[in-house]
Each structure stands twice: as structure tokens, then as C-alpha cells.
């Protein structure tokens, strides 16, 4: 048996159960892979060694409690956790103990989770990057805002982990980092506990190496068991191919990859129709963006009015621009948004699933920035279901994911179809 860690929550899941492995065992092997990787991947801002080997000795002690038995599990530093430290990516928080657990992580421990510890996000889930790099390369980013999470997933040293989005926070690291990420629809998985940046936009998601371990955390914490992927599907999905309007945007190991997808799926006598957005859908990335400036200015007004210096320079003109845009635009924007989502169960009509782009491309080589969310945007403001699928690699060597959207409340099926697309493409 190779290490532990390299298990997917599934199947770790399963030997735990048949009494395999222990818990322990497995904590162990998670927390030697962080020892030999953080040096150089950053991906944690708080590790709690002995607690959670205490954790996995009572779970190995005791009966199942859940779906997340033994597993351990790691919380993106944006998320109240008690007993550790929560700073939001900020010095304005530093050494700051919430007094309570967010819900999805409240449920975690419910469900048998085994809390390892807290991921590097950025700072306030914006654009300012914490200390993670990339695993596949030290030298280009992770993606943000859910970096660390991202990042320890693909390095092997946790097998589940908690991102949040509020444009393309769990899509893009997934994306950029080469595993698995769930972005629910909206209000899936509760929110309350977590630093909020814009009330609209908001979503808590899952990170993971497949697709079965990002669904499997999202039905611990949802109650959601009709999101577990246990058998594969009896036909084919219908996919929609979309390009969206950004499509120019695209770089390209992106257009590669998503021609060679779409080649490959029709030749496999897959259901494939090429699918254009409504006219007005080209206004929503602007749309998301004004939201969510306005918003993230109002969700951090205290720390705006009363630690502006501590704040990056990076934040303060985010801060600064959403606050000089007028009410009539912010209005007009929610309008657009709200008629977009009504008319986008047109769009899946003829078709179960879109398959689109998740990033411009492959991670940039910086760690100043944590790329362009512009793939993204759109998604986030309809509030549907999307799930990152690494499906090819770029000319260096770096990860290229393509997402698989579903129509708003559907997140069973579009679980199901990526898992089946995910296998179809590697």
C-alpha cells in the first residue's frame, strides 16, 4: 500500500470503514506530506498536529459518526473555526479566535471530519496573494482566493478541503492547481461564519482530487445525500459547448484543450451541441463586477474606516472603486442578473451541461497576482452549479481545467456529468 495520502476520500473512506487503515494512520501520512512540502508550498496558516491526531485516536475509538469518518478535512482561513485561529488573510486579524465553528465546519466535525487545520486564502478573499505558491511550480501562482486550499489538495497533503467564490475562487486555484472544484449553487452550503465580501455573490465550496470526494463533502455539510456520486451514469450527458463571450480572452492551452474536448466527446458518439449565450449575457461580467465592488466596499466598512493603513494598497483601490460606483449602476446590474437567471433555463434546453473555459489559461508565472477571474464572473452571478475538471496539461507543464455548469438547483446531475466527463477527458 503506498501512503495514505495519496487515497481519494472515497476510497479512504471505505477501508476505513472495513477497518483497513485507521484514522491515525491516515492523519499521520497527510501531516508527513505537509512536513516535507510546506517549505516550499505554503499552503497552511495553521496546523494543529496534536489535536488532530486526537481527533482521528477517538474516531478510531469510536463508531462512525458520518459521511467524513476519519477523514481529515481543511478549512480555508476565511471560515470561523473555534479553538484556532481565523484572520481572514489579514494583519488587521492576526491571532483572532472566533468563539464559534461555522456552520460547514460545525457539520464537518459532525459528520466524523477530522479538522487538520486552516488554508492560506488572500486577503479577504480578494485579490492580494497570501504566501502559497504553486505545487507544480513554485514559481506561478496557485490562483486565489482559495489558494492554500487548492494547493494542498493537489500536493497531496489533504484530500478534502473548503474554498469559498465570489467571482472565481474555487474554479480558477482548482483550475490553476490541476484538481477537482465544486462551486454549488447558491446558498447550497450555509455561508453564515464566514467573512462575508458580497451578500449577492458568496458561495461556499468544496475542493477535492475527484469529483466523488468534492461531492461527498458537500453532502456532509449540506444533508444532501442525492449529491454522492456512487454510480456512474447509464447514458452519456447531453453537453453544450460554450464558449461564452469572454471567449477571446482565451490563451492558448485553454483553446486547445476545450477544441480537443469537444472533438473527443463527438467522435465518442457524445451528445454535443454548440451552445450561444443570449445577446444580454454579454454584459454580465461587468455586471459581476460592479456587484461585487459595491458590495465588497460595504462588507468591509469597518475595516475600511478604521484600519486603512493595515489594508494592501491592492484592497484600498478595490475598496475605493466600488465606492464611486452610483446606485443607478449597482441597480441596473442586480436587474440584468435577475433577468439572466430567469432566462437561462433556455439555455439548457437541448442540453444537460456546458462545458466552458475556467481560466484564461494555465497559472501565470508571478506570485504578485492570482490571475483573471474573467471565466468565471458569469457563472457566479447566475449563481449555478460549476465544477473544475483537470483535463489537460499545458506546453510547461502546468495543469488546464475546463468547467462543467449546470442549470441553477441542479447539482446532483451536474456532479454526475462532470464525474463522467472527468473520466471521459483525462
Known amino acids: 500500500m503506498g501512503a495514505l495520502n495519496t487515497l481519494s476520500a472515497v476510497e479512504a473512506a471505505r477501508q476505513l470503514a472495513a477497518h483497513k487503515i485507521t484514522s491515525e494512520a491516515l492523519v499521520r501520512d497527510c501531516l508527513e506530506r505537509i512536513a516535507a512540502r510546506e517549505g516550499e508550498v505554503h499552503a497552511w496558516e495553521h496546523l494543529d498536529r496534536e489535536a488532530a491526531l486526537r481527533q482521528a485516536r477517538a474516531a478510531d475509538a469510536g463508531p462512525s459518526r458520518g459521511l467524513l469518518h476519519g477523514l481529515p478535512v481543511g478549512i480555508k482561513d476565511l471560515i470561523d473555526t473555534v479553538g484556532m485561529p481565523t484572520a481572514y488573510g489579514s ?16 457539520l464537518t466535525r459532525a459528520a466524523g471530519g477530522i479538522v487538520l487545520g486552516k488554508t492560506v486564502t488572500t486577503e479577504f478573499a480578494a485579490t492580494y496573494p497570501g504566501k502559497t505558491t504553486n505545487p507544480h511550480n513554485p514559481r506561478h501562482t496557485p490562483g486565489g482566493s ?19 467564490q465570489t467571482a472565481g475562487s474555487v474554479i480558477r486555484p482548482s483550475a490553476f492547481c490541476g484538481v477537482v472544484g465544486f462551486k454549488p449553487s447558491y446558498g447550497l452550503i450555509s455561508r453564515v461564519g464566514v467573512k462575508a465580501m458580497s ?3 458568496d458561495t461556499i465550496g468544496t475542493i477535492a482530487r475527484t469529483v466523488p470526494d468534492a461531492a461527498l463533502l458537500a453532502a456532509a455539510v449540506s ?4 449529491l454522492l456520486v456512487e454510480q456512474p451514469l447509464s447514458a452519456p450527458p447531453r453537453i453544450g459547448i460554450c464558449r461564452t463571450y469572454e471567449w477571446k480572452q482565451a490563451q492558448p492551452e485553454t ?9 473527443r466527446l463527438a467522435a465518442a458518439g457524445v451528445a454535443v ?7 444580454t449575457y454579454a454584459n454580465l461580467v461587468q455586471a459581476q463586477t460592479d456587484i461585487q465592488l459595491v458590495e465588497q466596499a460595504q462588507s468591509l466598512a469597518y475595516e475600511r474606516l478604521t484600519h486603512w493603513p493595515q489594508l494592501s494598497a491592492q484592497l484600498r483601490d478595490i475598496l475605493e472603486a466600488g465606492l464611486k460606483i452610483s446606485h443607478e449602476r449597482y441597480d441596473a446590474a442586480q436587474t440584468l442578473a ?10 439548457f434546453t437541448d442540453c444537460d451541461v456546458l462545458l466552458a473555459p475556467s481560466a484564461p489559461g494555465a497559472a501565470p508565472a508571478s506570485l504578485d497576482t492570482t490571475g483573471d477571474p474573467i471565466f468565471d464572473r458569469i457563472w457566479t452571478l447566475l449563481r449555478t452549479p460549476c465544477v473544475n475538471i483537470p483535463v489537460a496539461t499545458a506546453a510547461n507543464g502546468l495543469p488546464v481545467g475546463l468547467q462543467v455548469v449546470g442549470a441553477f438547483g441542479s447539482d446532483a446531475p451536474t456532479l454526475a456529468a462532470a464525474h463522467w466527463l472527468h473520466q471521459a477527458l483525462k
Request: hydrophobic share 40%; proline share 9%; charged share 20%.
Open 146 to 164: 482559495s489558494s492554500g486550499t487548492a494547493a494542498a489538495v493537489a500536493d497531496y497533503m489533504i484530500p478534502l478541503a473548503f474554498g469559498s
Open 223 to 226: 444533508g444532501r445525500n442525492d
Open 273 to 279: 451541441k454548440e451552445i450561444k449565450l443570449p445577446p
Open 199 to 201: 451578500d449577492t455573490l
Open 338 to 347: 435577475r433577468n439572466c437567471r430567469r432566462s437561462l433555463t433556455e439555455v
Open 255 to 263: 483553446v486547445a484543450a476545450f477544441e480537443n474536448a469537444a472533438t
Open 91 to 106: 494583519p488587521i486579524y492576526a491571532g483572532h479566535r472566533p468563539a464559534w465553528d461555522a456552520p460547514c465546519v460545525a
